[in-house]
């Protein structure tokens, strides 16, 4: 199961992305001739580019096999066994999964809501006491 990113902040890459790579040529249009700063506009234009197919490819999180994996471009991809998870806590509407050697750490403003309902319903239906989960059964 994936839960997805909100359709707001995968579109914002692509349009940031889509800016600095028109940015790019149209700097060139100038007289000055050829500056690094050409360079710079156009990378960050990929940049951009690159992180809105990732993040439409892979999304925010995976769900399967037991095992959650909060997927990212720029750093290492975390995972976590379900059944490792010693406790769930919220916090401002973020999610904390704690194991004894991992934490996970779940920003729920970056989620779409019908993922998140997902989401909750497959930490809710975790093994745990309740003290250490914020989910009533």
């Known amino acids: 199961m994936k839960i997805k990113f909100k359709k707001k902040r995968l579109y914002a890459n692509l349009v940031l992305g ?6 790019a040529p149209l700097s060139l249009l100038k007289d000055e001739g050829l500056n690094w700063s050409d360079y710079i506009y156009f990378g960050i234009g990929v940049f951009y580019l690159a992180h ?3 993040d439409l490819k892979h999304q925010y999180l995976e769900i399967e096999d037991g095992v959650i994996k909060k997927n990212s471009l720029y750093g290492f991809r975390k995972k976590m066994n379900l059944k490792d998870i010693d406790r769930v806590e919220k916090f401002a509407g973020d999610y904390t999964l704690k194991s004894n050697d991992t934490k996970l750490k779940i920003n729920t403003s970056f989620i779409e809501n019908q993922s998140l309902t997902s989401l909750v319903k497959t930490l809710s239906e975790l093994n745990l006491p309740t003290e250490k989960t914020p989910f009533i059964k």
């Open 18 to 23: 889509i800016i600095w790579v028109i940015i």
């Open 52 to 54: 809105y197919v990732y």
